[in-house]
């Protein structure tokens, strides 16, 4: 089993930054990639970027490329979001999910709020 805590959410102004992280623990070398949704109060959950565990290899959510990076540290067994430039539409609760082969995400954070405002 892997179990994920993301921290680091918080209220901060338009314009600002903050950084998300999720740790791993338990069996997180099982996991294959990871990934950061959120919902926003009223919406479904959606995607916002995701990272293989090994490698390279990430994707973004239109709406926030060029302003978030998601990245890791193995060592640590971490994964972050950086997200610089919030907007008030970037509030919501952030989820960290992890993948094993297959890409299903079965694993889940308690999640941690984001609050942007204007």
């Known amino acids: 089993q892997v179990h994920l805590v993301e921290s680091g959410g918080g209220l901060v102004q338009a314009g600002g930054s903050l950084r998300l992280s999720c740790a791993a623990s338990g069996r997180a070398e099982i996991l294959r990639s990871m990934t950061w949704r959120r919902q926003a109060p009223g919406k479904e959950r959606e995607f916002v970027a995701d990272i293989a565990w090994r490698g390279d290899k990430t994707s973004y959510a239109d709406s926030v490329k060029g302003r978030f990076t998601i990245f890791r540290d193995n060592a640590k067994n971490t994964v972050y979001l950086q997200m610089n430039s919030l907007k008030p539409e970037d509030t919501g609760v952030y989820y960290c999910?992890?993948?094993?082969?297959?890409?299903?995400?079965?694993?889940w954070g308690q999640g941690t709020q984001v609050t942007v405002s204007s």
């Open positions: 999910g992890g993948a094993l082969i297959g890409g299903v995400y079965g694993y």
